[in-house]
């Protein structure tokens, strides 16, 4: 709320530039560091160039410490410090989130981008892929993983991370996958808008994830340059021929994306 009247006044309080208290800077990776700023490294100090990158920041004569977003980034175990900032994967075997139903669940941790990379590779597994032999084998997997990947990507990079005791959740049933990402929309932004307007509640954390590329893709994390909503939408429905869909439940954002019908059964249960 603080934030949101923070915007209406255009006074500047950006939550990912904060420091991390308690943290120090033997928490971040200088390995990775060192990877994401290569090129440059020898052309300013490197104290210097952390500051100006907004990886450290400090308060006063205090010692530096790491940033929300170079915690996030950059950091050894964000989790010691932020243990909200993680995925909660569960998997149910029907349509319903009952604990009879519950056949596996996992908390997916480490840095933003592995836990983008973790989770696609949750949803890559307990997918069900079908598939049909009439001349040779034809796959019929339930999702299309390039929309699953914009949406986790989207989620773990636009969530509110101020949000004490939250976390992003992510359900797989039997028909859908439902991901919850905790904080309200933005100013000016509405469910209706979404598609059409762009508004980056984590610029720092997200221009770290554009200069970092994927193992798995070989392309940087947010590949859609502000058409995530769109292209989740477009190849959700392309997929399975239902259209995505999002709604705001209080502070949290839940995106449903349905799967596709198995082609050895034209009703969807």
């Known amino acids: 709320m603080l934030t949101r009247l923070y915007q209406e006044r255009e006074c500047t309080f950006v939550f990912d ?7 120090t ?16 490294r020898n052309s300013i100090p490197w104290i210097d160039l952390l500051r100006y990158a907004k ?37 149910y075997r029907g349509v319903h989130c009952t604990p009879d139903d519950l056949v596996h669940c996992e908390h997916i941790e480490g840095t933003i981008d592995n836990q983008i990379e973790s989770a696609i590779r949750f949803v890559n597994r307990f997918m069900l892929k079908p598939a049909r032999k009439p001349a040779r084998r034809i796959d019929y997997p339930q999702y299309n993983l390039s929309a699953i990947r914009e949406a986790i990507v989207n989620a773990v990079a636009h969530r509110d991370y101020s949000i004490r005791g939250s976390k992003i ?62 292209t989740i939408l477009s190849l959700g429905e392309d997929h399975s021929g239902q259209t995505p869909i999002y709604n705001l439940y209080g502070e949290e954002l839940v995106l449903t994306i349905w799967s596709r019908p198995s082609p050895h059964d034209s009703n969807r249960t």
């Open 169 to 230: 959740r992510m359900f797989l049933f039997s028909d859908r996958i439902e991901i919850y990402s905790p904080g309200d929309l933005p100013n000016a932004i509405t469910i209706e808008t979404m598609a059409y307007r762009v508004f980056t509640r984590n610029q720092l954390l997200v221009n770290f994830l554009s200069r970092i590329k994927s193992p798995t893709t070989g392309k940087v994390f947010p590949e859609s340059h502000g058409e995530g909503v769109r």
């Open 17 to 23: 530039e904060q420091l991390v208290p308690s943290t």
């Open 55 to 91: 990886v450290i920041s400090r308060a006063g004569d205090d010692p530096f410490r790491p940033t929300v977003a170079g915690l996030l980034i950059f950091g050894h175990a964000p989790q010691n410090y932020m243990q909200n900032a993680y995925i909660e994967a569960a998997v």
């Open 25 to 40: 800077m033997d928490d971040l990776d200088h390995r990775k560091l060192e990877h994401h700023f290569y090129g440059i």
